[in-house]
């Protein structure tokens, strides 16, 4: 760069001469000698020579040359030198400029010049011939400041158009004398001087310069650098490059991302693009790390910002190359730069033979790529042919059969004599991904008769459209189950292929920690089920023109298949079924949402935070969730949408025991609502392993639907001695008659016919060379101890142990940690946490990685782990690449640096892969012989890293299952503080969102954390001797999650189970030293009184007539509130008094009760404090109870002014969002107005305070404890207050009269809502009861409607006895008039 910050470009194209007769083209082999011919003579080519293949198959040279004569030697032979001209013609451009560096510090990086030069050339060069050199209107204007220009360059000047500078032999441009011609620049010092700047370095200096310098090169130069650095080098660099360029097939992609590259000279502005073009590197060069392919070249010329990479070259060359990685990373790239960046991007790629090797001068060389198929990738890219989509030629598309190609109009391409055919990929199978499913066996031993029941099953359902079945497998550890459940899939699969038809299939395994994640199941097998939908959209197109019934395609006649004849010749494979990957998870969702019409919200709460997709949408604005009923019904619909193409779709669910209870609802949904669905699960058995399934379905399960067909179960025992001779000879690879017989018994009794433990035992057989021929020509065992030694192990955990003792002991920590992860783990949180453990630095970070990746590779070559590709961790994408990675723009090489922390600074982020124990059992061996305080250090160690990661990661703060995975080491760590406090964000979290069940797992969790099982005296089931240890802030912990506990069980209307978490919380209370310390918060208790008052009013706490029990707690709340001096739990307390007062019927002292509470409430300071905590003004509905007891003293007026208060000043202050508070302050007041002859006017007050609120706000989809009562209400009020007069929706609220589970009310409901005003069920019945005294409506549907209200009446006054008096004398007098009304219309009968 000049000193002024501006710089000259010089963009040339060089091409052959004519010459008549036309002169034979070099040959690629002619064109490698050439080009490393130029340096022996530098002389003659001069410096800073470098090319690069462009779209019009042009290269560019920074030192114009007008006319060359390069002398090409023939290759290997003595032939005559061929001789050759090249043509040049020159642009020339001059301006502001700026260098970029650009890339991350472990993977590659790029130093990109970008600026209006580069513009300037290319339309300079545009406008030149060959011969002639050609410079930009700015380059003219700074060029007569040095000199003269000849010629009306003026004109072309204002024109905007370039000027010519020279042509061959003649020139337009004379300099001023003063100005003397460059001749190139050099280094800034030569040889010795330039090592002498790097004498006080150290070696780890040195060794880091040089790695941060190979960053710069190519892969393949890098890797012939650490190759010939083991050793003297006998050869120069000319003669090792001559010998090392190649002639290879190479797959070649240009890629170019449509962004405004222009510099603005604004800082911020131009930081930003700076960011961007970093951002573009990171995320490619991440993807080509996993795929192992190698970036060529990032620069930013004319045609735009231009990436290129390659396959095929050294070390990046693979079996099924083109299919397995080329095509799929390069949709994966384009898919991340749209879904990630915005960035739309075309792509063009081709797979030929080039050169490969280095090309240019001593001085300034590089590794190429060059030839014809190169050129065509480039034009492929290029927007002449391009409008943001990928194109690849002929080549590809022969060497990919798995996706389809979209033929396009063949193009015209330099070095091609024909028009050159080009496709467009339009999908991918994802068949040859890898899967955490497992692998079928070609040789399966044992279980014949239980995979051909599966595959009798399948069949069936493939070949007719039937409803859909169930079969559950049932075994213990170790008999082989998962390999069943693998062997009989891929079996069934393979068979409904071979039949012609359309098979999906989708797997999953559950971990032990999926029963506290909603939803775990679908986080997984949901990307299975999306993945089809462009699939699904093209096959319909099919489906219409063949005429296949109910959507399905069948290309072929179904071929028949006989199962005993076949079954083990099928040619088998262990992958699921997935179709298309021309959009991310997160797109594909929202494309199902807006076909399933599912709510906004949806996106943001179900897919992201539910099923863990990284969603671009705008978070809802509700504040409240979906209805939990619509998100089952929204997965469910979602799978039968999504397979609704395939004649069978299985599946496949293995460890089924450890499936969440929402999981298990989708599944029941499935299995209810589709056809040919084919739920396949394996468990280790029900009776010993709870379910969480339905009881009720599971009843179904075994009872109607086993009757009808469509349930069956396996229970697989233990192998018999012939299924064990036969693995015997598998294993060892002999013939079953040449097996010992007590060789046969020893083994057979050392695994106890378990197939799993035998084939360890094969396995330690055979690797530590245990068999012999005996004397009698039969294989034995070698000098066994005994017959009763079996082998010299007791069981099989010391066999298993046995072969962790051989291993060395660095592996067997990495073991110990991988135990302590879980059943499966991500190798970047074992890096992060063994850096915790043993402190290592920055500087130690690679290494540190390196060797516990090669721990690893131990453990896989012993069979201990296996890795699998997974696609529910939180930071991975639907290829398993982690998403969203921030650039790290680094504008100089002093500016590099590793960051100490963090994900995305790790060695191995760019290599994360997922592991997997091969069976429990190993992990198992290994947790049971550490000790508990070592297992509690390493939680602690996983909990700070993963916690750390939540910290740094906007995205991973909403994840529920990272959250989820953070709080179970933070509690099997021991540290009930950090546990606790997780468990109740995360729970509160699963409560808004309807999750009862798994928020009360997380709180049991907690406290079974606290349990002493060394006895002596409990209190909530924790020992006095854990409760004398608690300090003040650890006891309000426990309290609250005993107090959320019993929220979450209410919520679920367990009112018993919730009583007694109420009830632990006090006894606790009561007991605990601490909790008489002054620095006890004593207000966290309050929350308890408050919900026992609630489960009392739910009926399920005993109690005396005289309610001491209840007097009692209410006076414990009222004295402890006074003490706290707060007058929102003061109030609380005072209002739940007021109630009890009223339910003994002491309403005069009720309502003195009240007029206390007058006295210290404030609405306007105190409104949002109160539903903070308590869910709703519970002082505030004080008032509404107090209609009632006014009710009961005969004072109507007093009750009817109380109600004008509530409308008037008490709901326009309370928060309209909060619909189940302002439902509660306005039941009482509607049933009142309602029997006050205003009906109509209680009908407006409801639509405009409540339901118009709830619709503004969380629109008509959402949902609130009380919306159930909403429609039949204003029903009531609809037809009470028009009476004489006609109904506009009569139709509509017939039919929901006629409709018996119009009245299926939840009796939690019933039981809350009677302590108010009227049961719900008594406005229920009241619907039936008005309709029935409309003469237009049919007399005998009138009967109908009369014997319903009567029937429903009669249960309300049933359920009134648990309530308030008043919802008993309503529901009395309610009765007497449906009776009288019932005896008028059997009169108008008899008459």
């Known amino acids: 760069w000049s000193d002024d910050l501006r710089a000259s470009l010089q963009k040339a194209d060089i091409d052959d001469a004519p010459q008549s007769p036309r002169p034979r083209r070099p040959s690629l082999e002619e064109g490698r000698r050439m080009s490393l011919d130029d340096r022996r003579r530098p002389s003659e080519h001069g410096q800073n020579r470098e090319r690069r293949p462009s779209d019009h198959g042009h290269t560019e040279q920074r030192r114009p040359s007008f006319k060359r004569r390069v002398s090409i030697e023939a290759p290997f032979n003595n032939r005559p030198a061929v001789e050759s001209t090249l043509n040049v013609k020159c642009g020339i451009g001059v301006g502001h400029m700026a260098g970029v560096h650009v890339g991350d510090n472990t993977s590659r990086r790029e130093f990109v010049m970008l600026g209006d030069p580069i513009d300037q050339v290319a339309a300079a060069e545009a406008a030149a011939s060959h011969g002639e050199v050609f410079a930009s209107p700015e380059a003219i204007a700074y060029l007569t400041k040095m000199g003269s220009v000849r010629g009306d360059w003026k004109s072309n000047v204002n024109d ?125 060069t991440r993807h080509l790390d996993r795929a192992q392919g190698h970036l060529r070249q990032f620069i930013l010329d004319d045609k735009g910002v231009v990436l290129i990479f390659t396959f095929g070259l050294r070390g990046s060359t693979f079996p099924n190359m083109i299919a397995q990685r080329a095509i799929p990373l390069t949709f994966t790239i384009v898919q991340s730069l749209q879904d990630e960046l915005g960035i739309k991007v075309s792509a063009g790629a081709t797979f030929e033979k080039a050169y490969c090797g280095v090309v240019g001068g001593v001085n300034r060389h590089e590794f190429a790529v060059l ?613 109740l964000m995360i729970g509160g979290q699963l409560m808004i969102l309807g999750l009862n069940s798994q928020a009360d797992l997380l709180f049991s969790d907690v406290i079974v954390s606290l349990k002493n099982e060394q006895g002596g005296v409990s209190y909530g089931d924790i020992s006095s001797s854990v409760l004398d240890a608690l300090e003040p802030a650890e006891l309000e912990l426990l309290i609250k999650v005993y107090i959320a506990k019993g929220k979450a069980l209410c919520n679920l209307a367990k009112g018993r189970a919730g009583a007694e978490a109420y009830q632990s919380a006090l006894d606790i209370l009561h007991y605990t030293p601490c909790a008489f310390e002054q620095d006890f918060d004593r207000s966290v208790s309050f929350p308890i009184f408050s919900g026992l008052f609630l489960v009392l009013k739910m009926g399920v706490i005993e109690q005396n007539e005289g309610g001491s029990y209840e007097v009692g707690l209410c006076k414990q709340f009222v004295e402890q509130a006074r003490l706290n001096n707060d007058p929102v739990h003061y109030g609380r307390a005072l209002a739940m008094q007021g109630e009890t007062l009223a339910r003994l019927g002491k309403f005069e002292e009720a309502l003195d009760n009240l007029e206390t509470i007058k006295s ?52 326009p202050k309370s928060d309209p969002k909060n619909a189940h508070n302002t439902f509660c302050l306005l039941y009482s007041v509607i049933v009142t107005m309602k029997e006050h002859d205003k009906a109509l006017e209680a009908r407006e007050l409801m639509i405009a305070s409540i339901v118009a609120p709830f619709e503004e706000h969380f629109g008509s989809g959402g949902s609130t404890f009380t919306k159930p009562m909403w429609q039949p209400i204003l029903m009531v009020l609809d037809m009470q207050g028009n009476e004489d007069k006609e109904i506009e929706h009569i139709d509509e609220y017939l039919d929901w009269a006629l409709d018996d589970s119009s009245y299926a009310l939840k009796s939690v409901i019933e039981g809350a809502m009677g302590n108010f005003s009227a049961t719900p069920l008594a406005m229920f019945a009241e619907v039936p009861y008005y309709l029935a005294k409309r003469k237009e409506v049919d007399l005998e549907k009138r009967k109908c409607l009369i014997q319903t209200a009567c029937t429903q009446m009669e249960k309300s006054l049933e359920n009134a006895q648990k309530c308030i008096p008043y919802a008993k004398s309503y529901a009395e007098e309610k009765i007497a008039a449906i009776r009288a009304l019932a005896a008028e219309l059997d009169g108008i009968n008899s008459t």
């Open 1160 to 1211: 210290i409430y404030d609405i306007e300071t105190q409104h949002v404090a109160i539903c903070k905590a308590y869910g709703s003004d519970r002082v505030g509905q004080a008032f509404s109870h107090s209609v009632n007891w006014n009710h009961a003293l005969g004072r109507t007026d007093a009750a009817l002014a109380t109600c004008k208060y509530i409308v008037e000043e008490i709901v």
């Open 160 to 284: 905007g158009l370039p000027t010519r500078l020279a042509v061959r032999g003649e020139r337009f441009f004379y300099p001023k004398e003063e100005y003397t011609p460059c001749r190139g620049i050099g280094l800034p010092c030569e040889g010795e001087k330039l090592l002498r700047h790097f004498d006080d370095f150290d070696s780890s200096e040195l060794c880091w310069l040089k790695r941060m310098i190979s960053l710069y090169v190519h892969p393949v130069v890098v890797s012939e650098e650490h190759e010939s650095s083991s050793h003297v080098k006998h050869e120069t660099d000319y003669d090792r490059n001559v010998a090392a360029a190649e002639l290879r097939n190479v797959y070649t992609c240009f890629i170019s991302p449509k962004i405004d590259y222009n510099l603005t000279g604004d800082e911020e502005k131009d930081q930003k693009l700076f960011h961007r073009l970093n951002d573009i590197m990171t995320i490619t």
């Open 371 to 983: 030839g014809p198929a190169v050129n065509l990738a480039a034009r492929l890219m290029s927007p002449k042919h391009n409008s943001d989509v990928i194109l690849v030629d002929k080549n590809v598309r022969l060497l990919t059969s798995q996706i389809f190609f979209r033929p396009l109009p063949a193009v015209m391409a330099k070095g091609y004599a024909d028009p050159v055919p080009i496709f467009q990929p339009m999908k991918i199978s994802s068949d040859q991904q890898g899967s955490r499913w497992g692998h079928a066996k070609k040789k399966f031993v044992g279980r014949a008769s239980e995979i051909k029941q599966s595959m009798h099953v399948a069949k069936e359902m493939a070949l007719n459209s039937i409803t859909s079945k169930f079969l559950f497998v049932s075994a213990p550890s170790g008999t082989g189950k998962s390999s069943l459940m693998v062997q009989a899939t891929e079996t069934v699969r393979a068979m409904v292929k071979k039949m012609k038809k359309r098979v999906i299939v989708t797997r999953y395994i559950s971990n032990e920690g999926d029963s506290r994640i909603p939803f775990s199941l679908f986080r997984s097998i949901f990307k299975d089920l999306l993945r089809q939908i462009k699939h699904d959209d093209e096959g319909s197109v099919a489906s219409s023109r063949e005429g296949s019934t109910k959507g399905r395609i069948n290309f072929e006649r179904p071929v028949d298949f006989e199962i005993d004849e076949e079954w083990d010749n099928l040619s088998l494979q262990s992958n699921s079924t997935m179709s298309s990957v021309m959009s991310t998870d997160a797109t594909r969702f929202r494309f199902i949402c807006e076909e399933l019409n599912a709510p906004p919200e949806f996106a943001e709460v179900v897919g992201k935070r539910l099923l863990g997709l990284k969603s671009t949408a705008a978070p809802s604005t509700a504040s409240k969730p979906p209805d939990l009923d619509k998100i089952l019904n929204f997965i469910a619909d979602a799978f039968i949408r999504c397979t609704k193409h395939a004649d069978l779709v299985l599946l496949a669910l293995d460890d089924v025991h450890w499936m969440d209870e929402m999981s298990w609802k989708v599944v029941q949904a499935i299995f209810e609502r589709s056809e040919n669905v084919l739920t396949f699960c394996g468990s280790r058995p029900p009776s010993t392993n709870h379910l969480a399934v339905d009881e009720k379905f599971w009843s179904e399960l075994h009872g109607a639907y086993k009757e009808e067909g469509r349930y069956m179960e396996i229970n697989l025992g233990l192998f018999s001695e012939i299924d064990a001779q036969e693995m015997i000879a598998y294993h060892l690879d002999i013939s079953v008659d040449k097996i010992d017989g007590s060789f046969l018994r020893n083994v057979f009794t050392s695994s106890g016919g378990m197939p799993h433990y035998l084939s360890y035992v094969l396995e330690t057989i055979k690797r530590n060379d245990l068999t012999v021929e005996l004397d009698n020509g039969l294989i034995g065992l070698k000098s066994s101890e005994s017959a009763e030694s079996k082998l010299g192990f007791k069981s099989v955990n010391d066999l298993l142990l046995y072969r962790l003792d051989a291993l060395d002991s660095s592996v067997r920590t990495t073991l110990h940690l991988a135990a302590v992860l879980g059943t499966e783990f991500d190798l970047l949180d074992a890096a992060l946490t063994y850096e915790e453990m043993f402190d290592v630095i920055d500087s130690d970070r690679f290494q540190s990685a390196m060797e516990l990746c090669a721990h690893f590779d131990v453990a896989e070559k012993e069979g201990i782990l296996e890795q699998v590709v997974s696609s529910t961790k939180h930071d991975q994408d639907e290829f398993g690449d982690p998403a969203d990675e921030e650039g790290n723009l680094c504008t100089g090489l002093e500016d590099v640096f590793i960051s100490p922390s963090g994900r995305k600074s790790h060695p191995l982020y760019s290599d994360n892969r997922r592991y997997r124990f091969t069976h429990d059992s190993w992990k198992t061996s290994i947790l049971s012989v550490m000790l508990d305080g070592r297992k509690e250090e390493m939680h602690e160690q996983i909990a700070t890293v993963l916690e750390r990661e939540i910290v740094e990661e906007t995205e991973s703060k909403d994840d529920l299952e990272l959250q989820i995975h953070v709080f179970k080491h933070w509690n099997l760590s021991g540290n009930f503080t950090k546990a606790a406090e997780l468990a």
